[in-house]
């Protein structure tokens, strides 16, 4: 294939995304839909013009995947504007470990009896498909710091948690396999992969995220210095807690997570009553570009709307070009009944039942719970968890049937998602507009 055939078929891609973006806003169709259709017509079992063998090409998808997600955490990160005090964080931490855990459990359940895998393959399918995906969830995220709904919150938070909370599964079932190192009776695995990976990337990205953030600011409104380049800002820290975070054997997808939130935390604007108000940039108000960076008032609200404004753009970059190969390796699977009452499974039953017992006694409406048991959306993290496994040896046998199980997962989860969640959304909004609307008495 020429270049230039590549180059005319993401033009037109591209730019029919940019014309039909707001049209498909308000279908029962999804981004990610359209691209696993193109993917699919463009793979193996179309014109053939991508052939992502998953076990041929595990090394080269495991880092398409990877960028992936990490551009999208790091996005996350900076749009989950609610102080750690806040109680309305306790939902995703409860969706990110006990649901999560339930779920590790129930899949594992399912593998081990109704699928004849060993406990270590079970485990290992379990922790692929936990995660929730906050890639192909963007319809469901919160829409920008400020926004407070608790099931947007819930969800977003719940996608970045979850994709590095996933972590000492996938080691726990890659050492059942023999793939990895447990240490006697599990002890190093619960001291490296579990204790000090979770903690360990946190407190890095943690740290990294607050340095940089406060960094800036001080250059920008003191010495008037490190203007422009806000590109730069995230490409590096993005680079900084990964790199650091793995050099230090931690999960870097939980340090990139936290250095999004703390970058968007650092030098908080406070108005005179202690209240958080970043102030709203707007054409009108600026005036050039540089002055608003400079201005003590509103530089960190310029950063941040530059830095955010930058990796959206590198997010749906990303999303394109993931989900295409996805698309294109569906062709590499068979679906059989044991693939459909997997998917089946995993989508109506295993995850309300997790949602359920995670949030018993939590201060959820009915609608919110039925939402976060339904968008339990799977794709781009599973990807990644699935092609590491494939890299760290797993037997052919075994690897074949989890990349047909998780890609038959991620291809459904896109379709089904896709088509629900405008209308399933724009009931919740007006429903939670009514409600508002009514007299409390």
């Known amino acids: 294939m020429t270049f230039g055939l590549w180059a005319l078929i993401v033009g037109v891609l591209l730019t029919t995304m940019a014309l039909a973006g707001s049209l498909l806003r308000r279908l029962p169709l999804s981004t990610g839909m359209l691209y696993l259709a193109v993917g699919i017509g463009l793979g193996p079992a179309g014109w053939a013009l ?25 996005a996350v990160g900076l749009k989950l504007g609610l102080p750690l005090s806040d109680k309305r964080w306790r939902l995703p931490l409860r969706l990110a470990s006990l649901s999560m855990l339930v ?18 393959a079970a485990i290992l399918l379990a922790a692929i498909v936990a995660p929730t995906d906050p890639v192909l969830a963007s319809d469901v995220q919160v829409l920008e710091a400020t926004d407070r709904d608790r099931l947007r919150f819930s ?34 695995w619960l001291a490296l992969d579990v204790v000090w990976a979770i903690a360990g990337g946190l407190i890095i990205g943690a740290a990294l995220g607050a340095l940089v953030g406060r960094l800036v600011i001080h250059l920008r409104t003191v010495h008037k210095l490190s203007v422009g380049l806000d590109e730069f800002l ?39 009553a202690g209240s958080e108000a970043p102030p709203k940039i707007t054409l009108a108000s600026q005036g050039t570009s540089e002055r608003m960076a400079t201005d003590a008032k509103y530089a960190t609200a310029y950063m941040m709307q530059e830095v955010r404004d930058f990796n959206e753009q590198l997010e749906r970059i990303a999303e ?17 009944l044991t693939t459909v009452v997997f998917v089946a499974l995993m989508l109506l ?34 990807i990644y968890y699935l092609m590491f496994a494939v890299n ?50």
Not at 162 to 169: L, R
Not at 353 to 370: E, F, H, K, N, Y
Request: charged share 15%; aromatic share 6%.
């Open 234 to 272: 995230a490409l590096g820290l993005i680079a900084l807690a990964y790199g650091m975070a793995l050099l230090c054997n931690a999960y870097g997808f939980l340090a990139v997570l936290a250095a999004g939130i703390t970058l968007q935390r650092a030098n908080q604007h406070i108005d005179v």
């Open 349 to 382: 039953v295993v995850r309300p039942v997790s949602v359920w017992l995670g949030l018993l006694g939590a201060p959820v409406s009915r609608d919110q719970r039925l939402l976060i048991s339904w968008f339990g959306i799977r794709g781009i993290g599973s």
């Open 103 to 120: 779920t590790i459990a129930l899949v594992t359940a399912i593998g081990v009896v109704g699928l004849d895998l060993s406990w270590g």
């Open 155 to 188: 969800l977003s938070a719940e996608g970045g948690l979850n994709d590095g909370a996933a972590f000492p599964f996938v080691m726990l079932g890659l050492g059942l396999l023999g793939l990895h190192d447990l240490g006697v009776d599990g002890g190093r």
């Open 50 to 74: 991508l052939s992502p063998d998953p076990l041929l090409h595990a090394d080269v998808l495991e880092r398409a995947a990877e960028v992936a997600v990490l551009i999208s955490l790091f």
């Open 320 to 336: 394109v070009a993931v989900v295409l190969i996805v698309g294109a390796m569906l062709y590499y699977i068979d679906i059989d």
């Open 392 to 441: 760290r040896g797993v037997p052919d046998a075994i690897a074949h049937q989890l990349v047909g199980l998780t890609l038959a997962l991620v291809a459904s989860s896109i379709v089904m998602h896709g088509i629900s969640v405008t209308p399933l959304m724009d009931l919740y909004a007006r429903r939670k507009a009514r409600d508002s609307r009514q007299p409390r008495g």
